[in-house]
């Protein structure tokens, strides 16, 4: 029986992994920055731990609570609407700081015991905006592309300890939170108006293919079980046509 570690479980894509990875007898960690118990179904394979991925201590608990894992599943992040010039250097770090930063100081605790078993998965989830660019998301996406361009180095050098390492690139997902959370850091420029009424309108009219949490799950899932499994994997209609 493995086990996953899955950060960011509070809604959305992570949430919905942990449901799919129970489902299928699979002992779960499902990290939240406030824990909640009554998100996920009882059970003894589930253990629902706090973390903020951008405190090292809060990170040094978790491992130590968490114990031996399989998988990570570095899924924790946050987003951010507008253009970069009216965008804040503050809102920038914390966006870099959660997404990217984060992704790294989780992926670097968890890397001594892969090591020493000569075994693990990690398993980060960025974005299908890095496969096309999209206005107004210019800092988002940089934080996303980096943890892109960091697993492909990744990979190459944990080969060596029989540990993989791959990409989970979602669509755009408007069934999930993702579309609150940025709008706690729209930042509007006057400048930028014409531009930006535009794009939300776009959005809101868009009749394209969409990503559903459950098409992330079943991308880590193939992650986390095949051997053979791309390093890079789309998740959802729109993904998979802009990767092919």
């Not at 579309?179 to 729209?186: D, S, T, W």
């Not at 791309?230 to 092919?244: E, F, H, K, N, Y």
């Given at each position: 029986m493995k086990?996953?570690?899955?950060?960011?479980?509070?809604?959305?894509?992570?949430?919905?992994?942990?449901?799919?990875?129970?489902?299928?007898?699979?002992?779960?960690?499902?990290?939240?920055r406030d824990p909640r118990d009554d998100l996920l179904p009882r059970s003894a394979r589930l253990r629902v731990l706090p973390l903020d991925v951008t405190d090292a201590d809060s990170i040094r608990r978790l491992i130590e609570a968490a114990g031996p894992v399989d998988v990570l599943v570095n899924n924790a992040g946050i987003g951010m609407l507008g253009a970069l010039e009216g965008s804040s250097m503050a809102t920038a770090r914390e966006v870099f700081e959660t997404n990217t930063l984060g992704t790294i100081a989780m992926t670097?605790?968890?890397?001594?015991q892969f090591?020493?078993?000569?075994?693990?998965?990690?398993?980060?989830?960025?974005?299908?905006?890095?496969?096309?660019?999209?206005?107004l998301l210019s800092v988002y996406t940089g934080s996303k592309a980096a943890v892109n361009a960091f697993t492909e180095s990744l990979a190459l050098e944990l080969k060596h300890f029989n540990i993989r390492a791959h990409v989970v690139l979602p669509g755009r997902a408007p069934g999930t939170s993702f579309g609150a959370n940025a709008k706690q850091r729209v930042q509007l420029s006057e400048a930028y108006a014409e531009l930006t009424d535009s794009v939300?309108?776009?959005w809101a009219q868009s009749?394209?293919?969409?990503?559903?949490?459950?098409?992330?799950?079943?991308?880590?899932?193939?992650?986390a079980t095949d051997a053979a499994a791309p390093m890079r994997i789309a998740a959802g209609a729109d993904a998979v046509t802009l990767m092919s």
């Amino acid at each position: 029986m493995k086990t996953i570690l899955i950060t960011g479980c509070s809604s959305g894509f992570g949430l919905e992994t942990a449901r799919h990875f129970l489902e299928r007898d699979w002992n779960v960690i499902a990290t939240m920055r406030d824990p909640r118990d009554d998100l996920l179904p009882r059970s003894a394979r589930l253990r629902v731990l706090p973390l903020d991925v951008t405190d090292a201590d809060s990170i040094r608990r978790l491992i130590e609570a968490a114990g031996p894992v399989d998988v990570l599943v570095n899924n924790a992040g946050i987003g951010m609407l507008g253009a970069l010039e009216g965008s804040s250097m503050a809102t920038a770090r914390e966006v870099f700081e959660t997404n990217t930063l984060g992704t790294i100081a989780m992926t670097q605790a968890v890397l001594p015991q892969f090591r020493e078993r000569r075994a693990g998965v990690v398993i980060n989830v960025t974005s299908s905006v890095t496969l096309k660019a999209l206005p107004l998301l210019s800092v988002y996406t940089g934080s996303k592309a980096a943890v892109n361009a960091f697993t492909e180095s990744l990979a190459l050098e944990l080969k060596h300890f029989n540990i993989r390492a791959h990409v989970v690139l979602p669509g755009r997902a408007p069934g999930t939170s993702f579309g609150a959370n940025a709008k706690q850091r729209v930042q509007l420029s006057e400048a930028y108006a014409e531009l930006t009424d535009s794009v939300f309108a776009g959005w809101a009219q868009s009749t394209e293919e969409v990503t559903e949490a459950i098409d992330v799950a079943k991308a880590v899932w193939l992650a986390a079980t095949d051997a053979a499994a791309p390093m890079r994997i789309a998740a959802g209609a729109d993904a998979v046509t802009l990767m092919s």
